[in-house]
């Protein structure tokens, strides 16, 4: 004879808030935020966004490329960091 399991009350089960967005079960890569300095002059936070913005997507490729693991945001990030500033490094050498 199979045993009957309570059915689970409408309190124990979680909600959604009115205006939330759905949640998916596409993961995404941890992005450590640059800081910024107060005051500092609007082409140098363009710069700053631009770069933030070129690792987290060099860190996104990496990540798909790898199968998507969990666990190794931190690593595809530094990688990133890596890749674009010896990019950075070999222009500025070649514009010398």
Do not use: C, F
């Not at 609007?42 to 790898?66: F, G, P, T, V």
């Not at 693991?69 to 490094?89: F, K, M, V, Y």
């Amino acid at each position: 004879m199979l045993e009957k399991k309570p059915a689970k009350s409408a309190a124990a089960t979680p909600k959604a808030k009115a205006g939330a967005a759905p949640r998916t079960t596409e993961k995404t890569v941890a992005t450590p935020r640059m800081s910024t300095i107060a005051g500092e002059p609007a082409s140098a936070k363009r710069r700053n966004d631009d770069m933030h913005e070129r690792i987290q997507r060099r860190a996104y490729e990496l990540w798909e490329s790898e199968g998507r693991p969990t666990g190794r945001e931190h690593d595809n990030w530094l990688q990133a960091e890596r890749e674009i500033a010896r990019t950075r490094s070999q222009r500025v050498g070649m514009s010398r």
